[in-house]
């Protein structure tokens, strides 16, 4: 399937949206095999569909693989759909660049920057165990702060309580 497939999540496309937060959905998937690209980044399968996954370099780099060798056979990761902008290319392929150095976006007839929805992978773990302590992690988190936003509201209605009595036994 290609990259550029049908996204997880729906994106808005317009000016009005671009700096609007979206949730994205994430996926738990179980990477196979892969290599590095010649710009760094990496190309992963998905061994139960096969599909393939850009991985970004410095996000392997992080736990320690820099080169196909670095790389286990079976690692772990989350699969997100990312919005990208779309820029302008060189002849050659490479990125047309600002005065800055930054990408050049491509635009549309009313000025909006064109983007696009990859699936990329945004977390590698190298074991299920690594992967599981992860989840867990912000599973208890989660509930930690449920229990504390609990005992807050609690706290509040102790004390709201304690004032209207007060407010009530108060002599007139």
Known sequence: ????REPIHSQINNKKMQNATTVPTTKNVIIEGGSFTASG??????SETAERYFIPGRLM????WKTNEDVPT???AVLTDKVYNEVQKNPDGSNKLDEKGQPIPVTDEDGN??????????????TK??????????ATYHGYLEQRAAQAKASISVVSTAKANAVANAPV
Do not use: L, W
Not at 1 to 4: A, K, L, R, T
Not at 131 to 136: F, I, P, S, T
């Open 61 to 64: 780099q992080s736990k320690g």
């Open 129 to 138: 165990e690594e992967h599981g302590d992860a989840v867990e992690a912000k």
């Open 1 to 4: 399937m290609s990259p550029y």
């Open 74 to 76: 079976v690692f772990f």
């Open 41 to 46: 980044n990496f190309s992963g399968y998905d």
């Open 113 to 126: 920057i064109k983007t696009f929805t990859r699936a990329t992978i945004t977390k590698v773990y190298k």
